[in-house]
C-alpha cells in the first residue's frame, strides 16, 4: 500500500474514496461541515440532520458520486465525541475508512485527517491505521478469494504542515503498522506451520531486512544452561523447544543507562499438556505465542526506528504437549535462577518459560525487564476484552504505559501485587508451586514470575483475551489483533 501526503484542499482530489471523520454533535453550522454539505450539494448536511447518520464512533455513511466532489465516492465516518478524540481514536477512524474502501472495492483512498494534531503524529498513526485496516486474516482459503487490498491511502491535513514532518510521521507510521500486521500474521498461523522452531525462522528472517542481531539457543544449550523450566515445558512435544535472543546493534548508551529486555511467552500451542484443557475454543491457543510475537515485531520495529534506551528482547518458545514423556503434576524441576519449583498444573506454562527466561535476561545483563504473556484465563475473567493486565514494580513505566493508552489505544489495567498474594504458592516440598487457588489467579501468576526477577525493576503485562479478536472491528479484521505492539514500541520511541 502507497501511503502520501498531500496539502490541498479535499474538494478537487480525484481518488476511489474520500473519507472525511464527523464528530458527534458537530455543529451543522460549523464552517467544517457547511463547507461539506455545499461539496455534496446538501447530501452530506441533510443525511446528518434527519438522523439518517448518526456519527456515532465509526459508524460510516457512504455517498456516491457526491455532486462538486472529484472523488467517486463520499463516506463519513462516525469520530465519536469531539473532546473524547485523540490519537488513538484517528488511528482506529482511519481503519474504518480503508475497510469500508475494501468492501466497496474502492482502491485509492483519500483520508482528511481531522482533530489538530501535529502533522508527524497525525500521518504517523493514520498511516497505521490505514495498514491495520488493510490487513485479511483469509489467508489459507483457497477459493473465492478477491484481492480487496487498498493500493494507495492520500492522507490530508487541515493544518499547514511542513511536508518533512508528514513524511517521517508516515515512514515511522509504515513501520508500525507493518510490524503489528507481522505480529498479527504470526498469531493466526496454526500451529502446525508455526513451531517454535518457526518461529526462530521467522525471528531469523528479519536479520537481513531490519538489521536485528538474532541468537537462537538450542536445547542442547538449554540442558547445559540448566534451563529446566524450558525443557520441562517442551518435554511433551516432539518440536525442540526455542530460546530466541534479539539485540538492535550499536545502540548508543551511557555506561549507566540502563538496559532494558522484553520477554515474550512463546508457546506455539498450549493444549494444557497433561493437565489438558477442555475442547472448547482450544484451537485458540495457537495464539499462545501473542507475547513473543508482540516482542519480535516490536524489536524489528525498533531496529528501524532506533529505540532511545538500549533494549533486547527474548521469547522462550515451546509447544505445550502430553505426551509419554511429558511433565506431570507435581513433578519438581530446578529452575535456571536455581530455585525449585513444583509444578502442580501442566497448564501453568507460561510461568515456568518466563521463570527461566527473565532470570537469563538478568544474566545477560538487562536492569529493567518488561514481560509480555498470554498469562491466565483469570485476567480475562477479571477485564474481559477491552484492557490488558499491567502488574510490577516498577511504577514508573506502569504509569507511562496507563498514560500512552490515548495514543497506541491499548489499554492496560493495573491489579495489585501485595506480599499477601505470595503464601498462595508457597509450596511443601520445593521453593514454590506453580499455581495458586481459584482466586486472584492474574495475581498469583504475577507473583510467581517476581521470585524470578528478584529486584530488578519490573512489569508484567498480562494480554490473554486480548491476543485474538472474534467479532472483528469496523476498522480490524477478526483473528490474531498483534495487541501489545504498539505499546512496545511507543515506549521506545
Ligand atoms: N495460555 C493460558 C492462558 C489463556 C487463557 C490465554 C485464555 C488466553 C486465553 C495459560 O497457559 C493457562 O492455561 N493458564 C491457566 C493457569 C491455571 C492452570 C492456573 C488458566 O488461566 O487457566
Ligand atoms: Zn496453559
Ligand atoms: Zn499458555
Not at 465525541?81 to 468492501?103: M, N, Y
Not at 511504577?395 to 496507563?402: N, S, T, V, Y
Request: hydrophobic share 40%; aromatic share 6%.
Amino acid at each position: 500500500m502507497r501511503i502520501e501526503f498531500q496539502a490541498r484542499n479535499y474538494t478537487d482530489l480525484a481518488c476511489d474514496l474520500l473519507a472525511y471523520p464527523v464528530f458527534e454533535n458537530e455543529a451543522r453550522e460549523s464552517p467544517s461541515l457547511k463547507a461539506l454539505d455545499k461539496a455534496t450539494r446538501g447530501v452530506a448536511g441533510t443525511v446528518l440532520s434527519t438522523g439518517e447518520f448518526k456519527p456515532e464512533l465509526h459508524r460510516a455513511c457512504l455517498i456516491h458520486r457526491p455532486a462538486r466532489l472529484k472523488a467517486r465516492r463520499l463516506v463519513l465516518v462516525g469520530a465519536g465525541k469531539e473532546p473524547e478524540f485523540s490519537l488513538g481514536r484517528l488511528r482506529e477512524v482511519a481503519g474504518t475508512a480503508v475497510r469500508v474502501a475494501r468492501q466497496s472495492r474502492c482502491k485509492s483512498v483519500a483520508l482528511l485527517m481531522r482533530g489538530g494534531f501535529p502533522a508527524p503524529e497525525s500521518t504517523q498513526v493514520s498511516a497505521e491505521g490505514a495498514l491495520y485496516g488493510n490487513y485479511e486474516s483469509e489467508i489459507y482459503k483457497t477459493r473465492d478469494i478477491e484481492t480487496r487490498d487498498v493500493e494507495e491511502v492520500v492522507l490530508l491535513s487541515e493544518r499547514r504542515t511542513r511536508r518533512s514532518d508528514a513524511g517521517e510521521g508516515i515512514r515511522r507510521g509504515a513501520i508500525v503498522g507493518n510490524a503489528v500486521n507481522f505480529a498479527r500474521t504470526l498469531g493466526n498461523e496454526p500451529a502446525n506451520v508455526l513451531t517454535p522452531s518457526q518461529l526462530a525462522e521467522q525471528a531469523l528472517s528479519l536479520v537481513a531486512r531490519t538489521g536485528l542481531e538474532v541468537q537462537i539457543l538450542e536445547r542442547a544449550d538449554m540442558e547445559r544452561l540448566g534451563m529446566n523450566t524450558m525443557l520441562a515445558v517442551s518435554r511433551g512435544s516432539d518440536q525442540p523447544p526455542k530460546l530466541i535472543i534479539l539485540r538492535i546493534p550499536e545502540q548508543k548508551s551511557r555506561k549507566d543507562a540502563p538496559l532494558f529486555a522484553l520477554v515474550g511467552k512463546g508457546v506455539t500451542f498450549d493444549s494444557g499438556g497433561i493437565s489438558i484443557k477442555p475442547m472448547e475454543k482450544m484451537e485458540d491457543m495457537k495464539a499462545d505465542m501473542a507475547g513473543g510475537a508482540a516482542v519480535l515485531a516490536a524489536m524489528s520495529a525498533l531496529a528501524e526506528l532506533g529505540p532511545k534506551h538500549p533494549v533486547m528482547g527474548i521469547i522462550p518458545s515451546a509447544e505445550n504437549l502430553p505426551g509419554g514423556k511429558a511433565t506431570k503434576p507435581g513433578d519438581i524441576v530446578k529452575s535456571y535462577a536455581g530455585k525449585t519449583i513444583e509444578i502442580i498444573s501442566t497448564d501453568a506454562e507460561g510461568r515456568l518459560l518466563l521463570a527461566d527466561a527473565l532470570a537469563y535476561a538478568r544474566t545477560l545483563g538487562a536492569t529493567r525487564l518488561i514481560d509480555v504473556a498470554t498469562l491466565t484465563g483469570a485476567c480475562v475473567v477479571a477485564l474481559g476484552h477491552i484492557y490488558a493486565g499491567m502488574m510490577g514494580t516498577d511504577q514508573e513505566i506502569l504509569e507511562r504505559l496507563r498514560c500512552g493508552s490515548r495514543i497506541t489505544g491499548e489499554r492496560f489495567w493495573q491489579l495489585p501485587l501485595d506480599d499477601d498474594y505470595r503464601k498462595d504458592i508457597r509450596s511443601e516440598i520445593a521453593d514454590i508451586k506453580n499455581v495458586g487457588n481459584r482466586w486472584g489467579g492474574a495475581i498469583t501468576a504475577a507473583k510467581f514470575l517476581q521470585e524470578f526477577v528478584e529486584n530488578t525493576p519490573w512489569v508484567h503485562l498480562d494480554i490473554a483475551g486480548m491476543d485474538i479478536d472474534h467479532d472483528g472491528r469496523p476498522y480490524a479484521a477478526k483473528g490474531a489483533t498483534g495487541f501489545g505492539v504498539r505499546t512496545l514500541i511507543h515506549l521506545f520511541t
